[in-house]
T-cell receptor, first 110, second 113 residues
Framework: GQNIDQPTEMTATEGAIVQINCTYQTSGFNGLFWYQQHAGEAPTFLSYNVLDGLEEKGRFSSFLSRSKGYSYLLLKELQMKDSASYLC???????????FGAGTRLAVHP | SQTIHQWPATLVQPVGSPLSLECTVE??????LYWYRQAAGRGLQLLFYSVGIGQISSEVPQNLSASRPQDRQFILSSKKLLLSDSGFYLCAWSNGQDNSPLHFGNGTRLTVT
């Protein structure tokens, strides 16, 4: 079956660094996506990892370990606008069928 | 560039009434299309996906159906809504490659009363 585990909530201070962890179990794994979702809005794509290692994209970086079924999203120089839910989504099988976790709600405070 | 349109933005429907949500994509051809639902405080649940006109795959058996009458049009329907159908419905598209992200529409917030 499929299972995705992320912390439910996190808080952090503006300007700080935060790491959001995700563990997953899924059949036919073909890469892992991270999305950002502000309250009441649709998710927007942040990053994609298919090989082990770190992918850096500006203030956001994402890491994947396929053998451990583990990923994390690293957010640097936090801004108030980063307050949102962050969704870990492993892809499975063909056709880009993404399975989403419940997400981690991040609150950034001054 | 590609854009995805989804309507309506909000909908309040009584139990037992029909439902039709529409999604269209512009700027790409032969996209993969998806319907997801997000219940309050929950993750996104994949309902249907389509890789071509008339080709629909259902992920979870339920009170809903989907159709793809044209290449870039995806419709979610129900003949009789249930209270449990309330949620945030999201249409998405991708180009079908493994490394291609899903791009979501703005969503429809459905409340069944």
């Amino acid at each position: 079956g499929q299972n995705i585990d992320q912390p439910t909530e996190m808080t952090a201070t503006e300007g700080a660094i935060v790491q959001i962890n995700c563990t997953y179990q899924t059949s036919g794994f073909n890469g892992l996506f991270w999305y950002q979702q502000h309250a009441g809005e649709a998710p927007t794509f942040l990053s994609y990892n298919v090989l082990d290692g770190l992918e850096e994209k500006g203030r956001f970086s994402s890491f994947l370990s396929r053998s451990k079924g583990y990923s994390y999203l690293l957010l640097k120089e936090l801004q108030m606008k980063d307050s949102a839910s962050y969704l870990c989504a492993p892809g499975r099988g063909g056709y880009n069928k993404l399975i989403f976790g419940a997400g981690t709600r991040l609150a950034v405070h001054p | 560039s590609q854009t995805i349109h989804q309507w309506p933005a909000t909908l309040v429907q009584p139990v037992g009434s029909p439902l039709s949500l529409e999604c269209t994509v512009e700027g790409t051809s032969n996209p993969n299309l998806y319907w997801y639902r997000q219940a309050a405080g929950r993750g996104l649940q994949l309902l249907f996906y389509s890789v071509g006109i008339g080709q629909i795959s259902s992920e979870v058996p339920q009170n809903l159906s989907a159709s793809r009458p044209q290449d870039r049009q995806f419709i979610l329907s129900s003949k009789k809504l249930l209270l449990s159908d309330s949620g945030f419905y999201l249409c998405a598209w991708s180009n079908g490659q493994d490394n291609s992200p899903l791009h979501f529409g703005n969503g429809t917030r459905l409340t069944v009363t």
